[in-house]
């Protein structure tokens, strides 16, 4: 029997995403408003998107650590002191629920507090805001560039790549041994 061509096509926009995890922000910004465009997913209930700001104690880097995924679609990013989770087709009251599974200690332990999108549009509109953000460490950056490249890195004419500058070191091979 003959299948209309487009059947692939229909499967493969119901497949969850096949990415989960750690993705930098411009990734992270571009799966989640994919995702948001798919009309075959339910309305206002693709799934949470969540940002957490650490405690004062712990960097977002320490919490990327304790952070384990494990559904498909489940993705994160940070962006300065906030580690922002997206949550695939979880329901609004089951946030608990899925931060108790993903982080490796008590999610109220880790965070001094939380934002929470559900709306597809407010998801969106969030999206569409921090991927157009500077991370401060790469605004600390211009001091060392000429002007007309801060222009553009501020601007978002040009996407920088995210490059510290090497700096030189002394190996000091003749100095004394400790
Ligand atoms: P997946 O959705 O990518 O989930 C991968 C693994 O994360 C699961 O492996 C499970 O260990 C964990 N996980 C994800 N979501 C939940 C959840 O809501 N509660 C709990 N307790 N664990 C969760 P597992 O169980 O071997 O499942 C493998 C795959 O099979 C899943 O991949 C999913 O595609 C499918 N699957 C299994 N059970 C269900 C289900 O009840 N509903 C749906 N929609 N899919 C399921
Ligand atoms: P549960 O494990 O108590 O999870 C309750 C709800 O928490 C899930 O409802 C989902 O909305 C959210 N949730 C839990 N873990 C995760 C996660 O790792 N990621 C995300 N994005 N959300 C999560 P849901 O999906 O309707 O599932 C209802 C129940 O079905 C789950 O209760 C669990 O018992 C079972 N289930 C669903 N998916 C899986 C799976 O992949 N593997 C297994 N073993 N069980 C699953």
Redesign the pocket.
């Known amino acids: 029997r003959h299948v209309p061509g487009n059947l692939d096509a229909l499967i493969s926009a119901l497949q969850p995403l096949q990415q989960k995890g750690y993705l930098r922000l411009d990734a992270f910004c571009l799966a989640v408003s994919q995702l948001m465009s798919n009309t075959l997913l339910p309305e206002n209930d693709k799934?949470?998107l969540v940002a957490l700001r650490p405690v004062p104690e712990l960097k977002t880097e320490q919490i990327l650590t304790l952070c384990k995924?494990?559904?498909y679609?489940?993705l994160v990013t940070t962006l300065d002191d906030r580690v922002y989770l997206f949550?695939?087709?979880?329901?609004f009251n089951?946030?608990d629920?899925?931060l108790t599974?993903?982080f490796s200690l008590p999610h109220d332990q880790l965070f001094a507090n939380r934002v929470l999108w559900f709306e597809d549009h407010q998801i969106l509109a969030e999206v569409g805001k921090i991927k157009n953000v500077v991370p401060d460490s790469l605004r600390e950056m211009p001091l060392l560039m000429e002007s007309t490249t801060v222009e553009k890195i501020t601007t978002g004419a040009t996407r920088m790549p995210l490059r510290r500058i090497p700096q030189p070191v002394s190996l000091n091979l003749e100095g004394k041994r400790r």
Do not use: V
């Open positions: 799934g949470l995924p494990r559904r679609g489940d949550l695939s087709s979880c329901r089951d946030l629920t899925a599974f993903i």
